[in-house]
């Protein structure tokens, strides 16, 4: 089993930036895939980005590319997203999620483990 906690959300202004976290226990999260998704109200869950086991590889939503940064730090157990000269378009809930599958994808049906999400909020 694989536990996944997200923690850095919050509120900022247009163009401003946050770091979120995903804190793993239970197993060792470096022999997982990781993807990041956001949810907001009334939308489909939608793929931001993805970093491949013992993170060789990164993978990024079109809408992000440039602004955001996927990264995991083995010896913390850890996935972190670098969000930079964000948008109100961003706002969300931003979600981490494992998958053993050997190479990440877009699609939430891949990924086995899901944390509860942390809000993100853009204002204008």
């Known amino acids: 089993q694989v536990q996944l906690v997200e923690s850095g959300g919050g509120l900022v202004q247009a163009g401003g930036s946050l770091r979120l976290s995903c804190a793993a226990s239970g197993r060792t999260l470096s022999t997982y895939a990781m993807g990041w998704f956001r949810q907001a109200p009334g939308k489909e869950r939608e793929f931001v980005a993805a970093?491949?086991?013992?993170?060789?590889?990164?993978y990024y939503a079109h809408s992000v590319k440039g602004r955001f940064t996927i990264s995991r730090d083995g010896a913390k157990n850890t996935v972190y997203l670098q969000m930079n000269s964000l948008k109100p378009d961003d706002t969300a809930v931003y979600s981490c999620a494992a998958t053993t599958a050997v190479v990440p994808t877009t699609s939430t049906h891949t990924y086995e483990y899901w944390g509860q999400g942390t809000q993100v909020t853009v204002s204008s």
């Open positions: 970093i491949t086991r013992y993170g060789g590889n990164t």
